[in-house]
């Protein structure tokens, strides 16, 4: 990739972190969007910190200005917590709101970006059982799936200001070191792993290392826009994927977790948990991206 001068909020979540590192690595010019001021300006790594406020509508639109590129993963977090109702309008404003906020900026700017790649979630789809989703799919009828109808929708002053959007709607992100890799792998070591639920839903994972290839996939791929799928070729049951990852481990996975259990202590947030999202990447590998890891057991040993 040419060297650009990249955007990114969300940079010290999960994902926005590992993403910032290997744009840095690479050469590219850095603009973390931050909210707290002690973070703005030079940054230690190589970045730059400009400062935004998206709950109050606010950004610095001069640090913007002369962008290649922006990638917005900014949003609080679907599993940090149980989902009150106070929680539920955290989720869905700090998405709507902090997108709103930032395409409305770069709809303004003199020299806006070329690129804009704002995140979504496999989500949009709702609960699908075993049926086969691509991006031609509809929209289900759930919260997040709600959530992220308007999410998207959000971005829409950046495209009508000339500015290809692109939507990855993100599966599940194996590793390690966050997301649902953060919570499964360090049980399943201890050998106390086992399916969620009935084990028939379908996960549709995604390493990290595929997942930070295809956002800069997207970021240089000009025939791409609107929504794109980022999950793995090849969803997998989760029991198939419990029992890929006792391999992986070497460990048992005797312990299911029950539905009535995941209910009792996640409350409606039980449904995207046990949920079944049977999604397949298909705009992305029409346009030529290659998977390094294309199955569950090559995306578990990565994430291990």
Request: net charge neutral.
């Amino acid at each position: 990739m040419v060297p650009m001068r990249i955007a990114v909020t969300g940079s010290t979540g999960f994902i926005g972190s590992a993403l910032v590192g290997s744009l840095l690595a690479e050469g590219h010019q850095v603009v973390r969007l931050v909210r707290h001021r002690s973070r703005t300006g030079p940054q230690r790594d190589g970045s730059v910190g400009v400062g935004w406020n998206p709950l109050l509508l606010q950004v610095d639109r001069a640090g913007l200005e002369g962008l290649d590129a922006v990638v917005h993963l900014a949003g609080a977090g679907i599993a940090d917590r149980r989902w009150t109702e106070a929680h539920k309008r955290d989720i869905r404003d700090s998405r709507v709101l902090g997108t709103e906020t930032l395409a409305g900026a770069l709809a303004e700017l003199k020299q806006p970006p070329k690129v804009l790649v704002s995140a979504s979630a496999v989500g949009y789809y709702g609960q699908t059982g075993d049926r086969v989703i691509d991006e031609r799919s509809p929209a289900g009828e759930d919260f997040l799936a709600r959530v992220c109808v308007d999410w998207e929708a959000a971005a829409r002053p950046a495209a009508d200001a000339g500015v290809r959007v692109v939507h990855p709607r993100t599966g599940m992100v194996m590793d390690a070191g966050g997301g649902a890799g953060a919570r499964l792998i360090p049980l399943f070591r201890l050998g106390l792993g086992g399916r969620l639920g009935s084990g028939e839903q379908y996960w549709s994972a995604i390493s990290l290392a595929d997942h930070l290839a295809a956002l800069r996939f997207l970021i240089e791929e000009d025939s791409l826009s609107g929504p794109v799928n980022l999950t793995g070729p090849d969803p997998v049951t989760n029991r198939e994927l419990t029992e890929a990852l006792g391999r992986v481990l070497g460990r048992p996975t005797v312990f299911p977790v029950p539905g009535f259990a995941l209910k009792a202590v996640l409350g409606e947030m039980a449904v995207e948990v046990a949920g079944s999202h049977r999604v397949l990447p298909r705009r992305l590998e029409e346009a030529g991206f290659v998977f390094r890891h294309p199955d569950v057991e090559a995306i578990l040993r990565a994430a291990v």
